[in-house]
C-alpha cells in the first residue's frame, strides 16, 4: 500500500495559524522581527497546500516522505518586512520570544526555530506552484490594493440617502472591491442566505444565528446573531434596510457594538463575471476612546475580516 507522509511548513492563510496570530499585533503597530531574526522559515500558501494534497494522493510517484513547502524559504528578518509591506503596517519593535509563544501556543516552536527545507519532490514532480514567492503569497492575501479604510472625506463615496446614516452619522468608510468568475445572480443568491454569513466570518470569531434567520432575505428582514473579538462574546442585530434583487442590499446595525454601521453590498455585471463592491460606514461608540479603539484595534480586526472575507469568496466563485 503507498503512504505518503508531507511534512507541512508554515501555512500561510486566513484561517487561524501564522497570519491570524502575527496580524492583529502588526495591525496595532505592535509587531516586529521575533528574536535575532535569522531563523528560517519554511512556508506555503494554504492554496498550494490543498494542492499538494491533492497531487499526491492522485499520482502514484509519490511514496514516503516529502516536504510541503514552498522554494523560496525567508529569514524572519525578511517575513516581518515582507508582511508589514503587504498589510501597511508598521514593524518598528522586536518581539521576545514569550509573546510569540502566548499569541501562537504549540505553533510558535516552529515559527521560532530554524527549518531549512525544499520541495524536492514536489520540485520533481513538476508541482505548479500557484505562489513561488512569499510576496506573492501575502499579495494575495492581503491585497491592501482593494481594500480601503479610513476617516469619510469630501471625495468618499456618500452613502446611500437613509435616515439611519442621518441619525447615526458614519464616520470612517471600508471599501473593498472583488472580482469573481460566475453570474451576478449567483453571486448574489449566495449572498442573500442568512446561513451563508457564517462561511465568510473567521472561525475564531464563532458567529452563530439566533433562532430562525428569515427565509427569503428580504427589506426589512432582521437577522440576530452573536460572535467573538478575542474573548469577548457580542450581540448583533442587523436590518435589511434597502433590497434591490442581484444588484444591492444593505445591512445596518441596530444592536451591537457600534454607533454606525451601513454596510452597502453592490452587485455588477464584469463581463461574464461579476464585480462586488463592499462599503461600510461605521462610527464605534464613545467619541474619542472609539477613534483610538479604531486606530489600535478595530480598523487591524475589520481589515483581517474582509480579507477574510475575501478569501472565502474567491474559493467559492473563482477570480474573474
Known amino acids: 500500500m503507498r503512504v505518503v507522509l508531507p511534512r507541512i511548513g508554515l501555512v500561510l492563510g486566513h484561517e487561524g495559524g501564522l497570519l491570524a496570530a502575527l496580524l492583529p499585533m502588526f495591525m496595532a503597530g505592535a509587531g516586529g522581527v521575533v528574536g535575532s531574526g535569522q531563523q528560517v522559515m519554511a512556508w506555503i500558501h494554504l492554496h498550494d497546500l490543498i494542492e499538494s494534497l491533492m497531487h499526491a494522493l492522485q499520482d ?34 522586536r518581539m521576545p520570544k514569550a509573546l510569540m509563544k502566548l499569541a501562537m501556543g504549540e505553533q510558535a516552536t516552529i515559527a521560532l526555530s530554524s527549518t531549512r527545507a525544499v520541495p524536492g ?15 506573492a503569497a501575502l499579495d494575495n492575501l492581503l491585497d491592501a490594493n482593494t481594500l480601503r479604510l479610513g476617516l469619510i472625506d469630501k ?31 449567483d453571486v448574489f443568491d449566495f449572498f442573500c442566505r442568512a446561513e451563508n454569513l457564517g462561511l465568510m466570518t473567521p472561525k475564531d470569531m464563532a458567529m452563530q444565528i439566533i433562532g ?30 434597502q433590497w434591490q434583487p442581484d444588484s444591492l442590499f444593505v445591512d445596518a446595525q ?31 461608540p464613545m467619541a474619542f476612546l472609539g477613534r483610538a479603539a479604531n486606530a489600535v484595534l478595530i480598523k487591524g480586526q475589520l481589515q483581517r475580516i ?13 477570480v474573474a
Not at 516529502?66 to 523560496?72: K, L, M, P
Open 60 to 93: 502514484g510517484r509519490y511514496s514516503g516522505p516529502y516536504n510541503a513547502v514552498a522554494s523560496a524559504a525567508v529569514t524572519n528578518t525578511a517575513f516581518t518586512a515582507a508582511l508589514a509591506q503587504a498589510s501597511a503596517a508598521h514593524a518598528p519593535f
Open 121 to 135: 519532490v514536489l520540485r520533481q514532480h513538476n508541482f505548479p506552484f500557484q505562489f513561488e514567492t512569499l510576496e
Open 155 to 185: 471625495d468618499s463615496p456618500a452613502p446611500l440617502a437613509h435616515p439611519y446614516v442621518k441619525e447615526r452619522r458614519p464616520i470612517y468608510l471600508l471599501e473593498a472591491q472583488t472580482n469573481l468568475s460566475q453570474a451576478r445572480h
Open 212 to 241: 430562525e434567520p428569515p427565509n427569503p432575505v428580504a427589506q426589512g428582514s432582521e437577522i440576530n446573531y452573536t460572535l467573538k473579538v478575542g474573548p469577548m462574546p457580542l450581540r448583533w442585530r442587523t436590518l435589511i434596510a
Open 254 to 284: 441596530l444592536k451591537g457594538p457600534y454607533r454606525a454601521w451601513w454596510h452597502q453590498h453592490h452587485f455588477e455585471d464584469a463581463g461574464s463575471g461579476t464585480k462586488m463592491t463592499d462599503r461600510v460606514y461605521y462610527a464605534p
Open 306 to 318: 474582509f480579507w477574510f472575507r475575501k478569501s472565502a469568496i474567491t474559493l467559492r466563485f473563482g
